[in-house]
């Protein structure tokens, strides 16, 4: 009761008529704090393909969603920032990856916010269901829409360094701000260029895994 819950999952077809991502920020019922729920969703619209980014009064989602799951108060964070991109990676994979040679097998997990301040950042938002069977990466991406969306951009992240064989998606991020929202991937400017990160992450305690599916793959995990 009372937890403050934000990360990144698929939102509801049923209340936004069409599928989307979801941006989970919300506190549920209880303890010394009300509930609230600021959460958004990012569709595609059906009129022209333009990214539509909406409150969404709801904690309901769809299939899927990496949550992490706090007391909201104040404490020791990671306070994490970076100016300038120098590689194809982006700011989650190499915060995970950093995580991941210092600590190998043993998994850690993480959830945060970070504010992308200065750049571009480019973000997918599932359009409606597809008609045929995605049966590879290839087939996930040409099905996505992509929108390269500029700062400033507020992200709700969780990852975890290494998979300890609970089938987890090891990083998740979704993003909201003024120009639009989505599933983070990475900064579009040229190489090098200047941009603008600063991110705080706390430490899980706990990793769940719920409802874990009987059959699976690891298709569409980027």
């Known amino acids: 009761p009372g937890a403050f819950v934000f990360g990144a999952g698929a939102g509801s077809s049923r209340l936004r008529g069409v599928n989307c991502e979801m941006i989970p920020n919300s506190r549920t019922p209880g303890g010394e704090y009300s509930a609230n729920k600021k959460s958004y969703t990012a569709k595609v619209s059906l009129e022209d393909g333009s990214c539509v980014l909406e409150h969404m009064d709801s904690d309901e989602f769809s299939l899927l969603a990496n949550l992490s799951l706090c007391e909201g108060k104040r404490g020791k964070v990671l306070r994490i920032s970076a100016k300038q991109r120098s590689g194809e990676k982006n700011f989650v994979t190499c915060m995970r990856e950093t995580v991941k040679s210092h600590y190998g097998t043993q998994a850690v997990g993480m959830g945060g916010v970070f504010e992308l301040e ?72 040229p190489l090098p260029q200047s941009v603008s990160y600063v991110g705080f992450y706390v430490p899980a305690e706990l990793v769940y895994c719920v409802d874990r599916p009987k059959v699976t793959h690891k298709i569409g995990r980027d």
Request: proline share 4%.
């Open 118 to 189: 200065i750049g571009t950042a480019k973000l997918h938002v599932m359009p409606d269901f597809s008609k045929t069977t995605l049966l590879s990466d290839e087939d996930v991406s040409k099905w996505l829409k992509f929108y390269d969306t500029a700062a400033p951009l507020t992200c709700l992240s969780t990852f975890v360094s290494h998979d300890p064989d609970l089938d987890l998606r090891v990083e998740h991020t979704h993003c909201f701000g003024q120009n639009g929202g989505g599933h983070y991937h990475y900064y579009t400017c």
